[in-house]
């Protein structure tokens, strides 16, 4: 997206950095749909390897108003709901 290939983001090079001491792989990109897109793509690559890929939890933010969040960040926030 917006002209950046996965030839840009270096994705050989990390692809050749996990081996089998690599158990997860944390993402964390933009809460955007580039960073969403990225995010699906390295998940693709990285599970058949058997590396347990997950992403940072993102929603509303800390003192932020419900009045104020658009749809998106109040599913993402629900999607990463905890336990009390």
């Known amino acids: ?4 290939g996965p030839d840009r983001l270096n994705i050989k090079k990390l692809l050749s950095r996990l081996d089998e001491t690599v ?3 944390i993402i964390a990109t933009n809460p955007s749909v580039e960073g969403e897109a990225t ?9 058949p390897m058997g590396i347990k890929v997950t992403r940072l939890a993102y929603g509303l933010p800390a003192g932020g108003e419900l009045e104020y969040a658009d749809e998106l960040t109040l599913a993402r926030a629900f999607e990463g709901r905890t336990q009390l």
């Open 1 to 4: 997206m917006d002209g950046i």
């Open 23 to 25: 158990s997860e792989v």
């Open 39 to 47: 995010a699906m793509y390295l998940g693709r690559l990285i599970k």
